[in-house]
Structure formats: C-alpha cells, structure tokens
Antibody, heavy 121, light 110 residues
Framework: QVQLQESGPGLVKPPETLSLICTVS?????????WGWIRQPPGKGLEWIGS???????FYNPSLKSRVTISVDTSKNQFSLRLNSVTAADTAVYFC??????????????WGRGTLVTVSS | QSALTQPPSASGSPGQSVTISCTGT?????????VSWYQQHPGKAPKLMIY???KRPSGVPDRFSGSKSGNTASLTVSGLQAEDEADYYC??????????FGGGTKLTVL
C-alpha cells in the first residue's frame, strides 16, 4: 500500500534553514496527485504549508510563502520542504501527505507519521 | 487567511450522537463544497474521515457523517464508541489554490 515517511534533522538552530524529505513508497509520484506538507506545533492545531505536483508546480500558504520552498525528485520518489529563517515558532511536528487536488476538492487522504522539528540554539 | 472556528471540546456518552461545528466565511466554507474532516489520536497522524462535505473514504464507518449550511460545516458522530475519543479537525478550500484548517475539537466519550 502507499506509505509516506518524513526524514530530516530533529533540531535546527535559529535563524538557519529547516530541511525535510518525504519518501513515498507503493506509488510513483510521477503518476499524479499533488503532495503536501502540513505542520502542528506542540499542543496546537494543523497548518497547511504548501503542495507540489510531480511536474514541479507549487502553491503555498500565503503566511509562509516568503520562507518556503517545496521541490520534487521523481527519480527518488521524494519531495522536500525547505523553510528558511526559522524561529522557535516553527517548532512543530511536520507531516507530509498525499493531496488529491484537481482544482475541485481539497483534502489530504494519506499521511506520514510526522517528524518533530525543534528550533533552538 | 484565518483558521476556521471549532469548539475546543465536545462530549457524549457511548451510543449517543455528538455534532462538532466548523465555522468559516463565504471565502472558504461558505464558498465551496470542499470541507474535509480529520480524526487524530494522541501521537498519531491525522486520518481523513470526511471529504467534499459529506463523502466518506473507504473504510470509514457510516457512523461518521458531514453536512454544511451556509458558512458552517458539521461533523456528526452517531453511536459513539470509546475509540472515537480523539481530536477532530476541519479543513476547507479557500480559493486561489489555498486551504485552511480549523483549530481542532477534543471529543471526549464519557
């Protein structure tokens, strides 16, 4: 079955760049779908960060757009998140998810387990 | 874009029904039939329970149902079971290739 797995450093110093990778297994990213990143600060709610298509087409949450870059590597069946100039407010569990967006409908149907990233000096 | 508004908590006894609301604006919930709901148990990833306001993914019990009226969407859980105790989040399309989540509701089964 389709599985997603986040990986990357668990500790990032401010104001460095947070970098995470999501590896997809059981499905070829090149076959379709958008793929997204969502985060959840400890004890708080979910926040959509952005999404990418296998072609490289992206869209981002306007509140994070100036600091976020999402990219895709179809040869490795992975997509990545980079968030620059991080502060303690960026401490969160970061999830990757499949995003069946076609211009109509908006939901995330498969999720990775999430990875905690702590921003601290 | 602001987060959708959900009550912080809801509760019900086993076998009862409980409804969780999700209030937005005409720019998100009221403007599109693209509301989704997620269940999240502690330390786990969210699980999609409802999409497109009222559609259930395969494997989700029919005890879970969704609806929408104006700028407010609702998730109803009928025949409450102990395993339904979790946090629930709504989400909506907000136009121009962006979406928004609600603040979450903690459902307690008494």
């Amino acid at each position: 079955q389709v599985q997603l797995q986040e990986s990357g450093p668990g500790l990032v110093k401010p104001p460095e760049t947070l970098s995470l990778i999501c590896t997809v297994s059981g499905y070829s990213i090149s076959s379709g779908y958008y793929w997204g990143w969502i985060r959840q600060p400890p004890g708080k709610g979910l926040e959509w960060i952005g999404s990418i298509y296998h072609s490289g087409s992206t869209f981002y949450n306007p509140s994070l757009k100036s600091r976020v870059t999402i990219s895709v590597d179809t040869s490795k069946n992975q997509f990545s998140l980079r968030l620059n100039s991080v502060t303690a407010a960026d401490t969160a569990v970061y999830f990757c998810a499949r995003h069946p967006y076609t211009g109509s409908s908006w939901y995330f149907d498969l999720w990775g387990r999430g990875t905690l990233v702590t921003v601290s000096s | 874009q602001s987060a959708l508004t959900q009550p912080p908590s809801a509760s019900g006894s086993p076998g009862q029904s409980v409804t969780i609301s999700c209030t937005g604006t005409s720019s998100d919930v009221g403007g599109y039939n693209y509301v989704s709901w997620y269940q999240q148990h502690p330390g786990k990833a969210p699980k999609l329970m409802i999409y497109d306001v009222s559609k259930r993914p395969s494997g989700v019990p029919d005890r879970f149902s969704g609806s929408k009226s104006g700028n407010t969407a609702s998730l109803t859980v009928s025949g409450l079971q102990a395993e339904d105790e979790a946090d629930y989040y709504c989400s909506s399309y907000a136009g121009s290739n962006k979406g928004v989540f609600g603040g979450g509701t903690k459902l307690t089964v008494l």
